[in-house]
């Protein structure tokens, strides 16, 4: 017998990866270019040069020579030392090498706090919208997960609302922003709310509240945005990071944690986080992206193609009708469904044009569709035309785009 739960998750996959599978297999069927795949969020622009550049003075050996050894489990300290220098620099900061712990990426980071952070039937506090494998990787701690709904319209932090599901057994709060899968970035003064309510609460229960910054998009961002820097305003704040949006890398699989001076029991707390990440089969970041990512830390590749598409999309399907939330940053864009099935929505694009994208219920936030932008442009540009059969398909009225 195999672990019944287990079987599930691996039968049924993540909705967004299931729709990419199916594009794969349907361009096979009609051709890749009839098939307008707007599913995953896997970055089409390249690299900064730099990581190339970093790439091959590592292979040459200019860099080091032992690239593809063992490093230690929390990340080679010289390295780590470049990413905290890099992070001070940047955040007016105190980080050291001693606080960052590498890891495969922001997944494997977050699954580490969680774990570490919490013990069995603890609760964790996430706001919703949020990515999908929050839940997934908070019961896989043996955790239990509550559900607190963002501020209606604006998709901002609700202070009162996540102040009214805090208890003592609650160990922490996820907040990801700039958010997937709604695109928006929480304000200064909503961090700073978040942090002055944590502290009179962790004061309240006697024991510290932890804050989880999920931040894999933190440089992607639009019109000038700057996203708060968390730990400035709550102490105990544990970030985590991946270099897969940043510097597009998905498939290299490097991130970190970041556990700042200010973390109340610091040395305990990163002990717990790495601990949590050995029992998981951690044994070191992939070696020779961590060159890459301490050369490039605060580096982004060329985001204009995404600005072109996020204002390509946001004023067609306004302009068509429909109503969508303007993102801030990320790469992705939620539009609201013109009926009260979303999953059916979803379902006709895709079974009646060949135009791909997930509904948001499983981002636990019924009622829309996520699509992702970071695709080539002439990809956006033939979706349009789909996009206004839907909204002819469902009546909805034109109106003047932005």
């Not at 040069?49 to 091959?56: G, H, L």
């Not at 009646?352 to 932008?373: H, K, M, N, Q």
Request: aromatic content about 10%; overall charge negative; glycine content about 6%.
């Amino acid at each position: 017998m195999v672990s019944e739960e287990m079987r599930k998750l691996g039968a049924t996959g993540n909705p967004m990866r299931v729709l990419f599978e199916y594009g794969k297999k349907r361009a096979a069927v009609i051709g890749a270019e009839n098939v307008i795949d707007l599913a995953l969020g896997n970055p089409s622009v390249p690299p900064p040069p730099q990581v190339n550049e970093t790439i091959r003075q590592i292979l040459s050996g200019e860099l080091s020579d032992a690239v593809h050894a063992y490093t230690s489990a929390p990340g080679d300290l010289a390295l780590r030392g470049k990413i905290a220098a890099s992070l001070s620099r940047r955040f007016h900061t105190d980080a050291r090498a001693e606080d960052m712990f590498l890891t495969c990426g922001a997944a494997p980071a977050l699954c580490a706090c969680f774990k570490g952070l919490g013990c069995p039937g603890d609760k964790f506090i996430v706001i919703a919208p949020y990515f999908t494998e929050y839940k997934i990787f908070i019961h896989g701690a043996d955790c239990e997960i509550i559900e607190v709904p963002a501020a209606k319209d604006t998709f901002h932090l609700d202070i009162d609302a996540i102040e009214a599901a805090l208890t003592p057994e609650v160990k922490g709060v996820v907040i990801n922003s700039p958010n997937n899968p709604c695109g928006v970035v929480y304000p200064q003064e909503n961090i700073d709310a978040l942090g002055e309510m944590l502290r009179r609460k962790s004061a309240e229960f006697g024991n510290p509240i932890y804050l989880i910054s999920d931040e894999p998009y933190r440089e992607v961002v639009y019109d000038g945005i700057t996203p708060p820097w968390v730990p400035h305003s709550y102490a105990n704040t544990v970030v985590c990071y991946s270099y897969a949006k940043s510097i597009s890398l998905p498939g290299e699989r490097v991130g970190y944690v970041y556990v700042p001076q200010s973390m109340e029991d610091h040395d305990t707390v990163f002990q717990a986080i790495a601990g949590a990440a050995r029992a998981v089969g951690h044994i070191n970041a992939p070696a020779l992206f961590q060159y890459v990512a301490a050369a490039c830390d605060g580096l982004t590749s060329d985001l204009t193609a995404y600005t072109t598409n996020r204002n390509l999309l946001y004023n067609s399907l306004t302009a068509m009708g429909f109503t969508c939330v303007k993102p801030m940053g990320t790469f992705y864009m939620m539009v609201k469904s013109p009926e009260p099935d979303a999953a059916e929505f979803s379902r006709k694009a895709k079974e009646e044009l060949d135009l791909l994208f997930p509904d948001t219920s499983s981002f636990s936030c019924p009622g829309y569709v996520r699509i992702a932008f970071c695709v080539p442009v002439e990809r956006v540009q033939k979706a349009i035309p789909r996009f206004q059969r839907l909204a002819e398909m469902y009546g909805l009225q034109p109106k003047a785009a932005e």
